[in-house]
T-cell receptor, first 111, second 115 residues
Framework: GEDVEQSLFLSVREGDSSVINCTYTDSSSTYLYWYKQEPGAGLQLLTYIFSNMDMKQDQRLTVLLNKKDKHLSLRIADTQTGDSAIYFCAESIGNTDKLIFGTGTRLQVFP | DTEVTQTPKHLVMGMTNKKSLKCEQHMGHRAMYWYKQKAKKPPELMFVYSYEKLSINESVPSRFSPECPNSSLLNLHLHALQPEDSALYLC??????????????FGPGTRLLVL
């Protein structure tokens, strides 16, 4: 199947690190993505990782990819209240234009 | 500039109305996409246009009719919609499509309510 699973909810204290996890299904995925969606808004691309990489760091964001377990994670360092949003992972399907999105994780940051 | 714009931001329509959603990008992208997103759900792909030709239709009902007049514009024509079609409609674009996945950039969406 094409189910991409994420935990529904994550609550962290401001200044702590957040780790959002994603399990995908298509072993032929070329790229994997993380998108952020604030309430009532569209999707903002945060970062992506090519499938032959294990890790990618971009400022406060670190993406880890375990291709054997089909597990992707997004770590946000020094989480801020402005990071509160829904985070979607997404996988490309083979050599197509299709993106399959995960179920989304709602991140809540409290002071 | 990585901006995809969509109009209108909000739309309320009756089941007998005809309306259109518009999407525009000036990044020179040659692939454009329509997604539908219901509340608390991930986006679901509806259509893909590649080089102004429809390349993917995810079995979308014919009351949704996409149109790509040129490489910068993508429309979604709506007719005889049902209340369950109420959702956020997202447009996206990417540099190219074909043999490898290109990063998709999303617009802010049009929130549609069908009464």
């Amino acid at each position: 199947g094409e189910d991409v699973e994420q935990s529904l909810f994550l609550s962290v204290r401001e200044g702590d690190s957040s780790v959002i996890n994603c399990t995908y299904t298509d072993s032929s995925s070329t790229y994997l993505y993380w998108y952020k969606q604030e309430p009532g808004a569209g999707l903002q691309l945060l970062t992506y990782i090519f499938s032959n990489m294990d890790m990618k760091q971009d400022q406060r964001l670190t993406v880890l990819l375990n291709k054997k377990d089909k597990h992707l994670s997004l770590r946000i360092a020094d989480t801020q209240t402005g990071d509160s949003a829904i985070y979607f992972c997404a996988e490309s399907i083979g050599n197509t234009d299709k993106l399959i999105f995960g179920t989304g994780t709602r991140l809540q940051v409290f002071p | 500039d990585t901006e995809v714009t969509q109009t209108p931001k909000h739309l309320v329509m009756g089941m007998t109305n005809k309306k259109s959603l518009k999407c525009e990008q000036h990044m020179g992208h040659r692939a454009m996409y329509w997604y539908k997103q219901k509340a608390k759900k991930p986006p679901e792909l509806m259509f893909v246009y590649s080089y102004e030709k429809l390349s993917i239709n995810e079995s979308v009902p014919s009351r949704f009719s996409p149109e790509c007049p040129n490489s910068s514009l993508l429309n979604l024509h709506l007719h005889a919609l049902q209340p369950e079609d109420s959702a956020l409609y997202l447009c996206a674009s990417s540099q190219d499509s074909g043999n490898y996945q290109e990063t998709q950039y999303f617009g802010p969406g049009t929130r549609l309510l069908v009464l």
